[in-house]
């Protein structure tokens, strides 16, 4: 049984390879990066997996697939992850396992739809699929000084980003996840006050205009500040404020809290 993971330059690819590791002999294993270079000696294969490149050789031999989503626009990201799909099923992988959005089918989210449109790729092969539906990751919320977003007063259960690369590690390498789909949450929802008040920082809420000309502000570009607007308004009118069991399920421990990520725990 051949298994590959894409992505392993990123947070999420290197923490589900690790996670893998532990979990399978490493000669099972097959790492993907558009940098092999920059990766080093990982204890196992690494072969260059750029989606928007040749991938004739990427998927050989390979039984499983651990697809992370890539970054980008809407288009770029949609037509390559497209020909990531083809590419594997050309090859004959036989089960493929994608890293999606919670909710992908209903999610009123913009960057939803690159992700709607790969889940339907992968199921139009007619392979196995499983789709770990992610949550946004405690981290994104984590970093020094006032919070200003325009969440109001919405809530999120976002889940720390290595119980969400446990999660995909454990549906890779053990059996019965054919044809499933996780919603991987954290075990709480909380509101940016209450995240500011944990962290000892201020929360101001602006509008959906001003926090996009804050973000073009910090130099990001367009459809970034955009997008991340987008997921803002979204907490904001509750699309991220359900709590599912599945992570729990899935990594047979409560998932870690967004009180522990902030404390480093
Ligand atoms: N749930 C959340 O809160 C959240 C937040 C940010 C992003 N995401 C999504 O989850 C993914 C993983 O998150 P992360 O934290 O690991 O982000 P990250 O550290 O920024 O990594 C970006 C990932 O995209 C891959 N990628 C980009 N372009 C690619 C291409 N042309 N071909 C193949 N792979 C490509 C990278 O692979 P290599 O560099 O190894 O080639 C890397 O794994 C992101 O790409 C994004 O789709 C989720």
């Known amino acids: 049984?051949?298994?590959l993971i894409t992505g392993v330059s990123g947070h999420?690819?290197?923490?589900?390879?690790?996670h893998a590791r532990a979990r399978v002999p490493a000669g099972e294993l097959v790492a993907a990066t558009r940098h092999p270079e920059r990766v080093g000696d990982l204890g196992v294969e690494v072969r260059p997996g750029d989606f928007a490149g040749d991938l004739s050789r990427t998927f050989e031999g390979v039984d499983k697939l651990l697809l992370v989503s890539a970054d980008g626009p809407d288009d770029a990201r949609i037509a390559m992850q497209r020909a990531a799909v083809r590419a594997a099923a050309d090859a004959g992988v036989r089960h493929v396992l994608y890293t999606s959005v919670f909710e992908a089918d209903t999610?009123?989210?913009s960057l939803a739809a690159a992700h709607r449109a790969t889940e339907e790729a992968i199921r139009g092969t007619g392979v196995a699929f499983t789709f770990l539906r992610n949550g946004?990751?405690?981290e994104n919320y984590l970093a020094p000084g006032p919070l200003v977003t325009a969440a109001g007063d919405g809530?999120?259960?976002s889940a720390s980003r290595d119980d969400l690369a446990l999660a995909a590690a454990?549906?890779?390498?053990?059996?019965?996840?054919?044809?499933?789909?996780h919603e991987l949450t954290g075990p709480?929802?909380?509101?940016?006050?209450e995240l500011a008040a944990l962290r000892g920082a201020t929360h101001t809420a602006v509008t959906p205009a001003e926090r996009v000309a804050g973000l073009k502000g910090f130099g990001l570009p367009d459809f970034v500040a955009e997008l991340?607007?987008?997921i803002e308004v979204n907490i904001g009118r509750g699309a991220l404020a359900e709590v599912r069991p599945d992570l729990e399920k899935l990594i047979g421990r409560a998932p870690t809290t967004i009180e522990d990520a902030a404390r480093g725990r």
Do not use: K, Q
């Not at 454990?170 to 789909?181: D, F, K, Q, R, S």
């Not at 709480?188 to 006050?193: E, G, I, K, L, V």
């Open 188 to 193: 709480r929802a909380w509101s940016f006050d």
């Open 170 to 181: 454990i549906a890779l390498t053990e059996p019965g996840h054919e044809n499933t789909v």
């Open 12 to 18: 999420l690819g290197s923490l589900i390879l690790d």
């Open 136 to 138: 946004m990751y405690h």
């Open 107 to 109: 999610s009123p989210l």
């Open 155 to 157: 809530r999120i259960a």
């Open 228 to 230: 991340l607007t987008d």
């Open 1 to 3: 049984m051949t298994t």
